[in-house]
């Protein structure tokens, strides 16, 4: 089983559109969690860390629940410049792990005009 | 903020061919940097732990003599691909994180601009 599992999409939405992604964990001693935002043939740049109350960022709020070891992100009014690959990240950063990060096969996003 | 650089971005070259890649973090210090590899419309896929003034940790399939990782100060890693053939060909992306965040939860990597890898 992968550590990070995501829906690789493609989600295709018009600009202005509200678009919502999900990943699951299978390490409950996962400490940290991200999403990190990957353009073509770019490296993963870092959208924002995700906290057990849930935090939001301008259009992006990231919620996070470690009972069901279940983090999403919703997008709102979509635009253009959204269009990306998004990966789920996870960092359980103990023992053999420190700083090790485990990535989502990526949720791949088109906002379309 | 904290600033990650790789060098070459691209690389194109013939078979059997060695190709080293650099990573520099430019503006902290990392005692752990990480190399990733990734093949097109997959996700990123860790290679190797390098460390700082020891032995480099790699991941299961990965082989040691193949990929050769030095990390001998504590803002520069670099991976080697030894005689490179057309299957090494992939995106070769370091990462490095602070060493001054280590024990705080949610602090993010840095990542290098990665190495776009052709080999003919």
């Known amino acids: 089983r992968k550590e990070v599992e995501q829906d690789p999409g493609p989600f295709n939405v018009p600009e202005g559109a509200t678009v919502a992604f999900n990943c699951t964990y299978s390490n409950s001693a996962s400490q940290s969690f991200f999403w990190y935002r990957q353009d073509c043939r770019k490296e993963p740049k870092l959208l924002m860390s995700?906290?057990?109350s849930g935090n939001e960022d301008g259009r992006f709020t990231a919620q996070l629940n470690r009972a069901s070891q279940y983090i999403s992100l919703l997008i709102r009014d979509s635009k253009l410049s959204d269009s990306a690959t998004y990966l789920c990240v996870v960092n359980i950063d103990r023992g053999s792990t420190l700083g090790r990060l485990y990535f989502g096969r990526g949720t791949q996003l088109t906002v379309w005009p | 903020g904290a600033v990650v650089s790789q060098h070459p971005s691209w690389v194109i070259c013939k078979s059997g061919t060695s190709v080293k890649i650099e990573c520099r973090s430019l503006d902290f210090q990392a005692t752990t940097m990480f190399w990733y590899r990734q093949f097109p419309k997959q996700s990123l896929m860790l290679m190797a732990t390098s460390n700082e003034g020891s032995k480099a940790t790699y991941e299961q399939g990965v082989e040691k003599d193949k990929f050769l990782i030095n990390h001998a100060s504590l803002t520069l890693s670099t991976l080697t691909v030894t005689s490179a053939h057309p299957e090494d060909s992939s995106f070769y992306i370091c990462?490095?994180?602070?060493?001054?965040?280590?024990?705080?939860?949610?602090?993010?990597?840095?990542f290098g601009d990665g190495t776009r890898l052709s080999i003919l």
């Open positions: 990462s490095a994180r602070d060493l001054r965040t280590w024990g705080r939860v949610n602090q993010p990597q840095h």
């Open positions: 995700v906290y057990s």
